[in-house]
Structures are given as structure tokens and as C-alpha cells.
């Protein structure tokens, strides 16, 4: 049996170690591949879980109107609030016809009778 030692030698074929060297270099660069694109994808999964919490949270709090207002909704808000003050003049405003309505019929009943009364003397 041979011993081994610092000054043993032994030969292999040129075209096995250009083999080994090549297998080497495509193993190394098949790793590296396989990690970057792992590292983007983690990447890619982190990037979608905070949209998703911010699209949680937006949905939520939006309608509660705890991240406030679009401007057309400040604006529409101003529309309505203005609708309903004319509204609230509209009412007013036809209460008032109403007495005076009244008011109008009470005299005429008061005229006719005077003028019956006058007639009739």
C-alpha cells in the first residue's frame, strides 16, 4: 500500500479537472442564481404584506372618516350643508304662507260679515 505524504503524486486527466473546474463554476453560479432570486422574492412578500396592512388599515379607518376627506368631498359636504339651509328656508318660508293663507281667509270671513252687517241695515 502507498503512503501519502507531502511529496506523494499522483496524475488526472487534463480533461477531468477542466470537467471539476467547469462543474464548479455553473454549481456557483446556479447557487447564486437560486439566492438572488430567493432574496427577491422575500423581498417582493415583504413589499406586498405592508400594502396589504395599509390597504387593511385604509379600508377601515376611510369610512369612519379617520384619514379625512377627498377635496370633492369637502366640497360636496359644503353642497349638502348649503341644500339644507335652503331647505330649512324653503319650510320656513311656507310656514309663514300658511298663517298668512289663514290670516288672508280670516279677514275675508271678517269683511264679508261686516258687509252683511251693512247690508242689512
Same mark, same amino acid.
Given at each position: 500500500?502507498? $503512503? ?10 487534463? #480533461?477531468?479537472?477542466? &470537467? ?9 453560479? !446556479?447557487?447564486?442564481?437560486? @439566492? ?5 422574492? @422575500? ?9 396589504? %396592512?395599509?390597504?387593511? %388599515? ?9 384619514? &379625512?376627506?377627498?377635496? !370633492?368631498? !369637502? ?6 350643508? &348649503? ?8 319650510? *320656513? ?11 288672508? &281667509?280670516?279677514? *275675508?270671513?271678517?269683511? #264679508? $260679515?261686516?258687509? @252683511?252687517?251693512? @247690508?242689512?241695515?
Amino acid at each position: 500500500m502507498t $503512503k501519502l505524504s507531502e511529496t506523494s503524486e499522483f496524475t488526472i486527466p487534463l #480533461k477531468n479537472i477542466l &470537467g471539476m473546474i467547469a462543474f464548479t463554476a455553473v454549481a456557483t453560479m !446556479a447557487y447564486f442564481t437560486v @439566492e438572488s432570486r430567493l432574496t427577491a422574492l @422575500e423581498h417582493n412578500m415583504d413589499m406586498i404584506a405592508v400594502e396589504i %396592512e395599509s390597504n387593511s %388599515e385604509f379600508r377601515i379607518l376611510w369610512p369612519r372618516g379617520q384619514l &379625512g376627506s377627498l377635496p !370633492a368631498d !369637502a366640497r360636496q359636504d359644503m353642497l349638502i350643508e &348649503g341644500l339644507d339651509r335652503d331647505v330649512m328656508e324653503l319650510r *320656513e318660508m311656507q310656514d309663514r304662507v300658511h298663517e298668512l293663507i289663514i290670516r288672508i &281667509g280670516t279677514v *275675508e270671513a271678517l269683511n #264679508k $260679515k261686516d258687509r @252683511e252687517r251693512n @247690508e242689512s241695515n
